[in-house]
């Protein structure tokens, strides 16, 4: 079973839950930039959480498959089609997601995953270095990408899931985050001020706007490692925040970083989007994580019962 | 040694604050511990220059305080190790200046000295491999000549071409890949640092030592 690509859209990839354990050859995890929208797309098809889907930028794809299956699609919200729930689809008959209508990035997970070469462990594309997805590049018209058999079938009926679950997606975000190694050396305006969204962002970062954030100690930091959803402060002052494809290592001061939970909010930012910071504790960090954890298990649990 | 959270998914275990020799011998050691013998929960590993980063799975180490007593233990047992043999020597070609390292000049102009001592001083030191990251394959290379340091860019460049030789402070590399980056570029190399087919992907290791060749446009257009 396969899928071809009528329409690519801007920039659609193949992402998965990424490949961890290569960094220390300065491989970054990559994977999904809205991980949470992966995975809970996929749970809605019936396939494993981390299994590939497409990622879509700004503008879905276009769509036809060669057998009547099921998809999902998370994330970002289409002008032409629901978002969080199970949809069946007809062999031949083209699938338009449209423009997006909030957010950034969408999911569309397909009953089975995208069954492209895993290269280092996952099919995740990682652009800078043209590796994993297809061919490791972003999807062109005319595409065609091989399919998983479904693991799971049964009717699956009229439902979504219930909005309380899902992070709090919005345009203009408060992002939670935990102090970095060199807060102290700016002063708190940081955390009053509100930083707009630059048209430069991808999956490395986001380069924000605001007030410029002055540095009190000017000597250069041995370069040392980042992470998605660290905030950093380059020389002119205006903090960028990783995304899933940022470098390993960096020189830059390190302000904040992005809580775990608030990563998908910083996925779903784009141009014309703002941000605010709160400060919040490492050990709160991690109970608001370990709580989005249990709702994914509920949920799991819930959708397993479904497609029996 | 302090150790110190890097969001809520890592911790920075930091060895030493001067990017010298006996850090550097630390580093390696507690990286070659954990790689050898990896705590449960553990999901990747960053050297760095004075620093060691473990990144974890919070529902497997059960807590960030668990996890930093974990390390503390492997911390002293690396402490006790040998220290590594010197590693390979690799000799990367170079075409400095012109379109190939468009801010030479600015270099020269920071260190008060002309494009062709600047040449001669960046390809006449040997360089260690401290780390590889920023980007797959991209070597950290201790041993920069202290007139050579010079400041990041104020804005890093959206794109950076493979294969650029920068300076970025008192580091020196190689950028593997076209990506973002703020270091002063001052030559390329046709050599590949990243090649994902192959085994290992990387050109460089950490602790291999670097020597730069200078070449001329012609051969680097030559070399293939």
Not at chain 1, 178 to 186: D, H, L, P, S, V
Not at chain 1, 194 to 205: H, L, P
Not at chain 2, 22 to 45: F, Q, S, W, Y
């Amino acid at each position: 079973m396969e899928m071809t690509v009528i329409r690519a859209g801007v920039l659609t990839t193949v992402q998965d839950a990424g490949r961890p354990g290569h960094r220390a050859m300065g491989l970054p995890p990559g994977g999904a930039a809205d991980a949470f929208a992966l995975r809970v797309a996929n749970l809605l098809v019936g396939n494993p959480e981390d299994a590939a889907a497409l990622e879509c930028t700004l503008v879905g794809p276009e769509l036809v498959f060669s057998a009547d299956t099921t998809i999902a699609v998370g994330g970002a919200s289409f002008e032409s089609f629901p978002s969080w729930q199970p949809v069946r689809v007809r062999a031949g008959e083209p699938v338009g997601l449209g423009p997006c209508r909030t957010g950034c990035r969408g999911y569309i997970a397909v009953a089975g995953g995208i069954d492209v070469a895993p290269v280092l462990g996952s099919r995740s594309t990682y652009l800078p270095a043209k590796l994993g997805g297809l061919e490791g590049g972003a999807l062109r018209d005319g595409d065609r990408l091989p399919l998983g058999t479904a693991i799971r079938s049964g009717s699956i009926g009229h439902w979504h899931i219930n909005p309380s679950l899902l992070p709090a997606y919005s345009a203009s975000p408060v992002l939670r985050v935990i102090r970095g190694a060199q807060a102290e050396e700016f002063d708190s305006v940081w955390l009053k001020a509100e930083f707009k969204v630059t048209s430069k962002f991808d999956r490395m970062g986001l380069r924000l706007n605001g007030p410029k954030l002055a540095r009190t100690k000017d000597w250069e930091l041995p370069s040392a490692a980042v992470a998605p959803g660290t905030v950093q402060v380059p020389p002119d002052g205006q903090p960028i925040i990783l995304l899933a494809d940022a470098q390993t290592i960096g020189g830059y001061p390190k302000l904040a970083h992005a809580i775990g939970v608030d990563q998908p909010l910083v996925a779903q930012l784009q141009t014309g989007g703002t941000v605010r910071f709160q400060e919040v504790a490492l050990a709160e960090a991690q109970r608001l994580w370990l709580a989005r954890e249990r709702d994914l298990g509920i949920l799991r649990e819930g959708l397993a019962q479904k497609f029996k | 040694m302090t150790l110190s959270p890097l969001g809520d998914t890592a911790v920075v275990l930091a060895l030493g604050h001067e990017m010298d020799e006996a850090t550097i011998m630390r580093v390696r050691a507690l990286t070659a511990a954990l790689e050898h013998n990896l705590p449960a929960g553990v999901t990747d590993i960053v050297p760095a220059f004075t620093s060691v980063t473990v990144f974890y799975d919070l529902a497997q180490v059960g807590s960030y305080e668990q996890l930093c007593a974990e390390l503390r233990t492997w911390a002293g047992r690396a402490a006790s190790r040998p220290p590594f043999e010197m590693g390979r020597l690799v000799e990367i070609p170079v075409c400095y200046g012109d379109e190939f390292g468009p801010d030479l000049g600015e270099v020269a102009a920071h260190a008060n000295l002309s494009a062709a001592e600047i040449v001669a001083l960046h390809s006449g030191a040997e360089y260690r491999v401290h780390a590889i990251g920023f980007v797959p394959g991209f070597p950290y290379l201790g041993g920069l000549p202290a007139k050579l340091h010079t400041p990041r860019r104020a804005t890093p460049r959206t794109q950076v071409p493979a294969g650029a030789v920068g300076i970025g402070g008192a580091q020196t590399g190689v950028y593997p890949l076209a990506t973002p980056g703020g270091w002063n570029l001052i030559g390329r190399t046709p050599l590949a640092l990243f090649r994902a087919q192959e085994t290992p992907p990387t050109l460089l290791r950490m602790g291999d030592r670097v020597k730069f060749q200078p070449i001329t446009a012609k051969e680097f257009v030559a070399w293939k």
